[in-house]
């Protein structure tokens, strides 16, 4: 990877940055967080972990009878489905799950039983547990860190369900156009997955990044649809001031048959999206599901469709950057770099080169 001054960037520069957008929780969230921790704690005699047994239902197949006596089915991974999913607000919520999965263990098991007795072990430390967590403030839960246990200031972040600015609200799962200083024409394309303010104020998002062609390095015969973009596996904090305005970013399956319902293209700009790209490998996966993209809480949502009177074809185009071919390349020629400019930006310019490299299918 060019760094703009034409020396290969390392590979521990952060432009290479890749994962997925840090996790930011509510205090109620961290309450629950920090007591399905010392549930995990608490051990048997033997040293194994009491809340084993709990962390998936009974197969239907052998226990049949299971699925008859208890009405009401409850697990760990189910637990922690809602968790993920943000399906719980409020402890009490989040306690109740818990309360049923355990007396739904005693109501099956033999008071006798090992699942019995650390039932009702878990049962106390879940109590016990709550009351520790319920006494803490929301200023020392979120200035906790990650771990909920205490930390630096600089990591207290407090979720913000939306954002109010210059006239939009913003909301995660947005599109938005982030400013972009390494080409200012070009607005970075982009989806909101966090949004929060930190203990001076200020109000933040980290959105995912969306390449437009000519910021990717690719084959030089690759063609792209007009208004394509590309996801990228870069999820980069950006202060709202950077913030320009929304957009939409639309799964090429849906693009061809209408646009989103009472959206004007005048001033929200529709971009179309088809592939995942690997910054590192210099290589595109088609994208086989899309709400595997966006944010795990706006994935049961949907948008409504204004469709075209008629579905219309769409047709790709050659590279806009296939003229930066050398005259002299090689099939064999090593895979050229982007052309980087400021950290926290998309590259001022993609690279071409002449060998093909094939396209697979990305979940």
Not at 69 to 92: F, L, T
Not at 155 to 182: A, C, M, Q, S
Not at 296 to 315: A, C, H, I, N, S
């Amino acid at each position: 990877m060019d760094d703009g001054t034409g020396k290969r960037a390392p590979r521990d520069d952060p432009r290479r940055r890749r994962g997925r957008p840090p996790r930011v929780d509510t205090p109620m969230e961290m309450r629950i967080k920090n007591i399905l921790k010392a549930l995990r704690r608490l051990k048997d005699d033997a040293g194994n972990q009491r809340i084993m047994d709990f962390d998936k239902l009974p197969e239907k197949k052998e226990f049949p009878e299971y699925y008859v006596q208890i009405r009401d089915p409850m697990a760990v991974d189910i637990v922690r489905k809602n968790i993920k999913r943000r399906e719980y607000k409020s402890v009490e919520q989040f306690l109740g799950d818990m309360e049923l999965m355990f007396e739904n263990a005693k109501i099956f098991n033999e008071e006798d039983s090992d699942i019995y007795k650390n039932a009702v072990a878990l049962q106390e430390e879940l109590r016990k547990s709550a009351e520790i967590e319920n006494a803490r403030t929301d200023e020392e839960l979120a200035g906790a860190g990650e771990d909920g246990e205490g930390g630096s200031r600089k990591l207290f972040r407090i979720p913000l369900d939306k954002i109010e600015h210059k006239g939009e609200t913003y909301r995660v799962g947005d599109w938005i156009h982030i400013v972009n200083p390494n080409d200012p024409n070009k607005p970075t394309v982009a989806q909101v997955f966090r949004t929060w303010k930190d203990s001076d104020g200020q109000v933040w998002i980290n959105a995912c990044w969306y390449y437009r062609p000519e910021q990717t390095v690719h084959w030089v015969e690759k063609k792209f649809y007009q208004d394509e973009v590309v996801k990228t596996g870069q999820y980069r904090d950006h202060h709202i001031d950077e913030v320009l305005g929304k957009c939409f970013v639309m799964f090429f399956t849906r693009y061809s048959r209408g646009r989103p319902k009472g959206l004007n293209e005048a001033k929200t700009p529709v971009y179309v999206c088809e592939s995942r790209y690997n910054e590192n490998e210099r290589h595109f996966n088609k994208i086989k599901t899309w709400k595997s993209c966006i944010p795990d809480e706006v994935r049961g949502q949907d948008y409504e469709l204004d469709p075209f009177e008629k579905q219309r074809t769409l047709k790709k185009m050659p590279s806009p950057i296939a003229h930066l071919l050398p005259a002299n390349a090689k099939e064999g020629d090593p895979l050229p770099e982007a052309k980087m400019g400021v950290d926290n930006a998309p590259p001022i310019i993609g690279a071409v080169f002449k060998r093909a490299r094939r396209e697979t299918v990305s979940h």
